[in-house]
């Protein structure tokens, strides 16, 4: 991406448009600001490139976001959640390591990351509020990444959060016979495959299948070949997703396709693991494969002897989220349709706080009595009636 990208910017220069987001490069490596340049001429932002902070000092007060080099030894707390660790892919390890000491969550090795950091300063660029899209994955094969998503995409709901929860996993047979005992009309991801330009967000979300108080996009419950859905189409229905509501929760698969399609496009991530060594080691492979973005993870079940969450979160060199015990309900749940109603459980609402939260910057504790309220509510009010979600 940076190579076919024209034109430069000089230092302490602003590259035009004079409107908009205000992005600051901050390195003394001229070829990795000249880099930024290029990107963020393609991004359509306003670019500013210093070499010392020191040279500019009001830069941390005008930017909206701050793109800094490996040279750069310090971050002011406030500008922590709006900045990015440039730099070149041979200093990867160095890098994560720096990001890690600073505090920094995005880390863009380039030009490898060019079109990541494109679509990253395009989004911020964009105009009105943006919801979050949060991908779920599984660090290995039956960690329970899909579950974990329904259920936190359900929690979400009970909150009060506008939710549309992503079946990424186009082989898996459709999320959606998990979280609804019969169909619902709407649109699934074969109805979207011929979907090209811009995506009406309003649209979208009126289009597609309501379950509880939640949407979902799910590829259909049935027989059949699952055609797959062009990756151009795919972008274009998560950007309009998340113009659209304040959380997407996609549940990505284990996939080369739906890391492409649907990891690339997140905000954040969510990597779900059993309380195994063997789990976290599984893990540690395919966080090489994700974008710089926050990392997080979640341990389900118990942990084996000897071993305890944090201990697998470090081995996976992602901050522990939360933790998620065994559900002996879930599987016989799924099968019947039923999986969102054990949204209500306390362990659930407790991880999809503890996510929300870091997702949303939002304080989720009034809306947690709400949610408490409501439950109760529906218990009372008899063994048929279906829970809200």
Request: glycine content about 12%; aromatic content about 4%.
């Amino acid at each position: 991406m940076a190579g076919n990208v024209q034109g430069s910017a000089a230092v302490g220069e602003a590259w035009l448009p004079d409107s908009g987001t205000v992005v600051c490069c901050v390195t003394a490596d001229d070829a990795l600001r000249d880099d930024c340049a290029r990107v963020a001429a393609v991004a359509g932002v306003h670019f500013e490139g210093v070499r010392k902070v020191e040279d500019f000092p009001d830069v941390w007060h005008r930017a909206e976001l701050v793109l800094v080099g490996p040279d750069v030894v310090e971050v002011p707390p406030q500008r922590l959640g709006s900045a990015v660790l440039l730099g070149r892919s041979d200093q990867r390890q160095a890098l994560w390591e720096r990001a890690a000491q600073i505090g920094i969550d995005h880390v863009a090795e380039l030009p490898e990351a060019a079109a990541w950091l494109v679509e990253f300063l395009g989004r911020r660029n964009a105009e009105g509020s943006m919801g979050t899209v949060l991908a779920v994955l599984g660090g290995c094969g039956g960690a329970g990444a899909s579950t974990t998503a329904a259920l936190l995409a359900g929690a979400a709901s009970l909150t009060g959060v506008g939710t549309l929860l992503v079946d990424g996993d186009r082989l898996a047979g459709g999320l959606e016979a998990s979280v609804s005992a019969h169909p619902v009309e709407g649109l699934r991801w074969p109805d979207l495959g011929s979907a090209s330009g811009a995506i009406n967000p309003a649209q979208l979300a009126a289009s597609l299948p309501r379950i509880g108080g939640m949407s979902v996009l799910s590829w259909p419950a049935g027989e059949g070949s699952a055609q797959r859905v062009p990756r151009s189409a795919t972008a274009g229905v998560i950007d309009a997703a998340r113009a659209a509501y304040e959380l997407v929760v996609v549940d990505v698969g284990r996939g080369r396709e739906g890391l492409e399609d649907f990891a690339w496009t997140s905000d954040r991530i969510l990597l779900v693991v059993p309380g195994t060594l063997r789990g976290a080691l599984s893990a540690t492979q395919i966080t090489h494969e994700l974008p710089p973005v926050p990392l997080g993870a979640v341990v389900r079940g118990p942990t084996a002897e000897a071993v305890d969450a944090e201990q697998l979160a470090d081995l996976m060199r992602c901050p522990l989220v939360g933790r998620l015990p065994h559900i002996r309900r879930a599987a016989p749940a799924a099968d019947a349709g039923r999986l969102l109603e054990l949204s209500r459980l306390k362990s659930v609402h407790r991880l999809a706080s503890a996510v929300l939260e870091g997702a949303l910057d939002r304080d989720l504790g009034d809306r947690a009595d709400d949610a408490a309220a409501i439950a109760l509510g529906a218990r009372l009010a008899g063994r048929g009636r279906r829970a809200a979600r």
